[in-house]
């Protein structure tokens, strides 16, 4: 995700490639008024507040009007030099065919109704945290994800862009090529949340929490509702979704803002500890590189930590092994090996700790991979050293 303040890298949308009733409803979303034009040829657009003697774009009904180009060129920049904040996204959304997500939060205002520094931090860190959920209900359904696929997650709202909304809030522009099923899974979760803690405010029951994982919803999702509530008065987080791309199977074409409120931080809270206590662990078998190895004397049992190459969706694991496996896992390290294990990966501090490991074998890689293992090793020969007992002082990792 980045947060944008530049001016789209000064290169507006090609007049060529821009579908004139993309444009119209875009500049209806963001509040344009239409005051006539010429039937079936061309409308006028005026940006919001201004009359009608105001700034205006003309803009073609279609492609098949003649001076189709000219006047879609014109009309973009006008865009881009003038001072309606809407603008500016109208912009975006046509550089960037996107679904929008928005947020908004009731707080109470600093001098001269300005937000403070802090607030508009809070903001984009429970914005961020609640795409990371919508990421992550792709991968599957999970009451807690942990470090689990949290790699592919982030890499998937890479090319989101995040700004300030005009009016105040926030909105992320979502590439609906790449992002859609990140916000699709978002709605769906965000709506059984809002009927979660409506069931359970009524009759204090926290089954319809349970149910709600089918549709995404997750600690992670409850934790970032809970970041975006504190501090407020109450929140709403609304979703368009882009028009090139039309509306996804299922959606609702308009969909309805949801709102939370202090009065359900109580249920959400709940929800994010029983989610927490509630995911079991996960048996796996799982190939990584030995990374770190540590323990308290030059024999006996010791703690290995693995970067996963296969077997499980989080990049590293620590387990603790007896002193023979913690003997073939040292011997893998130093030879550039990998090695394989079987045990379980505990929800307990994230899925980042396998427990129970057992039949660590070393595997046989390519000389390329060999070749790379090894300059890591050389990279890291603190590692070299513990891996044979050299620092006998050393705590477990």
């Not at 008024?33 to 279609?62: D, I």
């Not at 990371?132 to 942990?146: E, F, H, I």
């Not at 129970?356 to 603190?382: F, I, W």
């Amino acid at each position: 995700m980045r947060w944008s303040d530049d001016d789209l890298g000064g290169t507006l949308p090609v007049p060529g490639q821009v579908d004139p009733t993309v444009l119209g409803v875009l500049l209806h979303r963001h509040g344009w008024r239409r005051r006539g034009g010429a039937a079936g040829r061309y409308a006028r657009w005026t940006p919001p507040g201004a009359t009608a003697s105001g700034t205006s774009l003309l803009v073609p009904e279609s492609r098949a009007y003649p001076d189709c180009d000219d006047l879609l060129g014109e009309a973009l920049t006008a865009l881009a030099r003038s001072a309606a904040p809407s603008a500016r996204e109208v912009l975006v959304s046509l550089a960037l065919p996107s679904d929008e997500v928005r947020w908004w939060r009731e707080v109470p205002e600093g001098p001269a109704g300005a937000a403070s520094w802090s607030e508009q931090d809070q903001l984009r860190g429970a914005a961020h945290r609640m795409l990371l959920a919508g990421a992550l209900a792709v991968r599957g359904a999970a009451g807690y994800y942990g470090a689990r696929h949290r790699r592919q997650a982030l890499a998937s709202l890479e090319g989101v862009l995040v700004e300030p909304a005009p009016g105040g809030g926030l909105v992320a522009f979502v590439p609906a090529a790449s992002g859609r099923p990140a916000v699709v899974r978002l709605y769906a979760a965000l709506n059984a949340v809002r009927d979660a803690v409506d069931y359970q405010r009524t009759t204090g029951g926290m089954e319809a929490f349970d149910a709600a994982v089918r549709a995404g919803v997750s600690r992670e999702l409850t934790e970032a509702v809970v970041a975006l509530v504190h501090g407020t008065e109450g929140v709403r987080v609304a979703l368009e979704w882009a028009p090139a791309a039309g509306v996804p199977a299922g959606c609702a074409a308009r969909p309805e803002p949801v709102d939370f409120s202090p009065g359900d931080l109580p249920a959400l809270r709940a929800a994010g500890a029983r989610y927490l206590s509630d995911e079991p662990s996960v048996p796996v078998r799982i190939t990584g590189a030995v990374v770190r190895l540590r323990r308290s004397g030059p024999r006996g049992p010791g703690v290995v930590r693995l970067r996963v190459l296969a077997g499980a969706e989080v990049p590293h694991v620590r387990m603790e092994l007896d002193e023979e496996a913690y003997r073939i896992a040292g011997h893998a390290h130093l030879v550039g090996l990998p090695i394989r294990v079987v045990g379980r990966l505990e929800s307990r501090g994230g899925f980042r700790r396998l427990s129970a490991a057992r039949e660590v074998t070393p595997v046989q890689v390519d000389d390329a991979e060999r070749d790379r293992l090894m300059k890591s090793l050389q990279e890291n020969l603190d590692f070299f050293e513990e891996a044979c007992g050299a620092d006998p002082e050393a705590a477990a990792d």
